[in-house]
Every structure is written in structure tokens, then in C-alpha cells.
């Protein structure tokens, strides 16, 4: 019997729906978080019988069974979240479709959204670093604050100036990396708010002439996820969940039922 198979489908596949929106949810505060939804595709089906409409006779349509669902993708919706101010100077959000440039522990290239970034003071030398402590990139490689910052200000084009203790006039020391992806669904999560490039999201390009998005200094984006519409989402795939279930049982009797013809 294909229907308790079928069933048996739809409850995996909206399993993996409720594990999707409860990360979702438990991610709601979570600076710069995505949201995600997954896709699903119906499996093969039998085709019992052929359409046989010629010359406008016949039977137009044929008789197939599907062999229920399967899930595919999870797509990650990358919507611009709401501006949160701070009004801490080392918080940055992007408003726009760029990412900030952080290099790990290895020395690999990795990408995000967040930008609440801290201070790295090294024999009084400071680094502007993330909670992980993972150098933030400027287009001339890890940014160095350098002694005595007392003042950092960044401008929309993430051109960095301190000003320095005892001093009146303000430094450029750098300017923050901002790049964008041609696909940035495509991007692979790593976890902590991390993305490294893949093949599927194809090559960044860099931000010329603001194209990438404006910095702005004592932000950081909250998280894209609407509460609202998770919960919706959630109450949906829970019934939809019970109705396969229900489905399950049905076959279940069906079976029972001509289970008991030889009694």
C-alpha cells in the first residue's frame, strides 16, 4: 500500500520544515541572522495508465499515483533586518547587499553581517577584531587602530579616522572591506554569524562606489526572522503533520480490515 509510504514522506519532510523554523525562531535576536525556509518537490510517480487522446479521441489524461514528497533546499532569505542603534562607535551595520571581510584563526577569508566588533590591544597596539577575535579586513589587509585611540569614527563609505589622546586632528587608518556575492543564497553558513564562498554563489566583487551598501557607525542589523510569520508557519506544518499522521492510521485500518477477510 503506497499511501502509508507516502504519509510516512510528508511527516519526514515536515519534520525537517519544523527543525527549520524553530532555528528560525530560536535565532530571532541573533545580530544579522538570515532566515531560512526549505523547498520541497513531489517524488516519481506510477503511471498506471497512458493517455491515449488521438485525432480528439480517446483518453486525454492518464492515471498515475504519486509516491509523496521530498526536500530539496533550504533557501536563505537575505532581506535587510532592522537598523538597531547602539550608539557604541565599534558597531557597524550594512545597509545594503554586502558583507564585511574577516580573516579566522587559519587565515582564511570568511564573510558577515555582523558588525559588532571589538578592540584588540596588543602592546598597546589596537586591532579592530570580532567577539571571536578574528581580524576585521580593510582593503589593505587587518585593520590597525594603532596607540592612544580615544575616538574611532567610520563614514558611510567605511573610511576609518581615530583620533588619538592629546591629539585635535583625526587619522585615516584604513577603510573597511565591504564585498557582495552575485548569489548570496548560495553562500555556505559556518555558524557564528560566518559565510564562506562556494562555487554556487559565485565570485564577490568589491564595493565600488558604495555599490555593496553604506556602513553605518553605532548600528548593528537585527535579525531578519518575523516572529509573526514563523509562528503562522509552524501552527501550519504541525497540522499538516497530524493530517499525514492521519493518513498513516487510515492505511493502517485499511490494511487491518483486509487483514481479517479470512476470518
Do not use: C
Not at 497512458?50 to 492518464?62: A, L, M, Q, R, Y
Not at 550594512?94 to 584563526?105: L, P, Q
Amino acid at each position: 500500500m503506497k499511501a502509508m509510504w507516502t504519509a510516512a514522506s510528508g511527516m519526514q519532510g515536515l519534520q525537517l520544515k519544523v527543525d527549520t523554523i524553530s532555528n528560525n525562531l530560536a535565532n530571532v535576536n541573533t545580530t544579522g541572522f538570515k532566515s531560512q525556509r526549505i523547498e520541497f518537490k513531489d517524488l516519481l510517480y506510477d503511471q498506471l495508465s497512458e493517455s491515449t487522446f488521438v485525432d480528439g479521441e480517446g483518453k486525454p489524461v492518464p492515471l498515475e499515483i504519486g509516491h509523496g514528497v521530498m526536500s530539496v533546499a533550504t533557501l536563505r532569505s537575505f532581506a535587510q533586518g532592522n537598523m538597531q542603534s547602539t550608539e557604541n562607535e565599534l558597531d557597524f551595520a550594512i545597509n545594503g547587499d554586502g558583507f564585511f571581510v574577516v580573516t579566522d584563526n587559519r587565515g582564511n577569508e570568511i564573510y558577515t553581517r555582523d558588525g559588532s566588533f571589538k578592540l584588540s590591544v596588543n602592546d598597546a597596539t589596537s586591532s579592530l577584531v570580532t567577539s571571536d577575535g578574528f581580524y576585521v579586513q580593510g582593503t589593505d589587509g587587518n585593520i590597525e587602530l594603532g596607540e592612544n585611540v580615544e575616538k574611532v569614527e567610520v563614514d558611510y563609505d567605511g573610511n576609518i579616522l581615530v583620533t588619538r589622546s592629546g591629539e585635535e586632528t583625526a587619522e585615516n587608518v584604513g577603510t573597511l572591506r565591504i564585498v557582495k556575492f552575485p548569489n548570496p543564497a548560495g553562500l555556505e553558513s559556518i555558524g557564528k554569524n560566518f559565510y564562506t564562498e562556494t562555487e554556487a554563489s559565485g565570485t564577490l566583487s568589491e564595493n565600488e562606489s558604495g555599490s555593496s551598501g553604506e556602513v553605518w557607525q553605532g548600528y548593528i542589523e537585527s535579525s531578519n526572522v518575523s516572529v509573526v510569520e514563523e509562528m503562522v508557519n509552524l501552527i501550519t506544518a504541525q497540522r499538516a503533520y497530524e493530517i499525514n499522521s492521519k493518513s498513516v492510521q487510515t492505511a493502517d485500518r485499511l490494511l487491518e480490515v483486509a487483514n481479517n477477510l479470512k476470518r
